[in-house]
């Protein structure tokens, strides 16, 4: 067990059990022309957190830990989009329409992707959701059971919606989840700071936030090797 300094207290990680959860870094919602620009949404935002994101996702691989890259996405018949979520916001372009990237936030289509830089390698498990909890209508509880896996290192987009529902549904579930503060953002930077605020207080109701670093430096005392092997997966680029 490790202690890495977080808020509200120190978050105790076990030195088998933990995964790194990426949600939804795709296209979709980091670049004009997909979701979160249809929305109306400043997408360049949510670039800040990308090099530090990828110093964690690469210090993952180098220690072989489990990783999960989470897309939003739907079914090209829509079957799995209820008109709650479908007819929202009155958007010149709805989840479906044809966009400069394809259809938004339909399953394959160039804008779904994860961004280049985060893209999974061999190894790592994509899941792909039709809500915003990475549990709802997925396999990943049944992938962290087989895996033994009890603590979530979460991060990724947008802060309070997808990220702040994924960690509830994760602690809901007896997951102890560490929010990572500099590898998640919202286009909204109060909806952020308050959904840090939230998720640690009241003693940690929902889990612990920590900065990127610490999770670095509480990795690096474990005195785990960083087998050679894994960087070779580094660079083989899956689906
Ligand atoms: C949204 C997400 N904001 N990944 N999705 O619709 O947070």
Same mark, same amino acid.
């Given at each position: 067990m490790i202690t890495i300094p977080a808020k509200p207290y120190g978050y105790e990680l076990p030195l088998t059990g933990v995964a790194l959860i990426i949600i939804d870094m795709q296209r979709d919602f980091l &670049? @004009? %022309?997909g979701f979160g620009d249809a929305l109306g949404n400043d997408v360049n935002r949510l670039q800040a957190i990308v090099p530090t994101l990828k110093q964690l996702l690469e210090a993952f691989r180098q220690y072989r830990l489990p990783i999960f890259h989470t897309i939003e996405c739907h079914q090209h018949d829509l079957a799995d989009c209820p008109p709650a979520k479908l007819?929202?916001?009155?958007?010149a372009l709805k989840i479906g329409d044809p966009g400069p990237m394809g259809?938004?936030?339909?399953?394959? &289509? @160039? %804008?779904?992707?994860?961004?280049s830089e985060l893209a999974p390698v061999l190894g790592e498990t994509i899941i792909y959701k039709p809500?915003?909890?990475?549990?709802?209508?997925?396999n990943l509880a049944t992938h962290l059971q087989e895996r033994g896996i009890t603590h979530l290192l979460i991060t990724g987009v947008t802060t309070e919606v997808c990220v702040q529902t994924t960690m509830r549904e994760a602690n809901d579930r007896g997951y102890e989840c560490l929010l990572i503060e500099d590898c998640t953002e919202s286009y909204f930077p109060e909806f952020k700071q308050a959904t840090l605020e939230m998720v640690c207080a009241q003693g940690g109701i929902v889990g612990w936030t920590a900065p990127a670093a610490a999770v670095l430096q509480g990795l690096a005392e474990t005195g785990w090797d960083t087998p050679k092997a894994a960087l070779d997966l580094v660079n083989t680029p899956v689906g």
């Open positions: &670049e @004009p %022309g007819n929202r916001g009155k958007a259809r938004i936030l339909i399953k394959g &289509e @160039p %804008g779904n992707g994860i961004i809500g915003k909890g990475a549990f709802y209508n997925t």
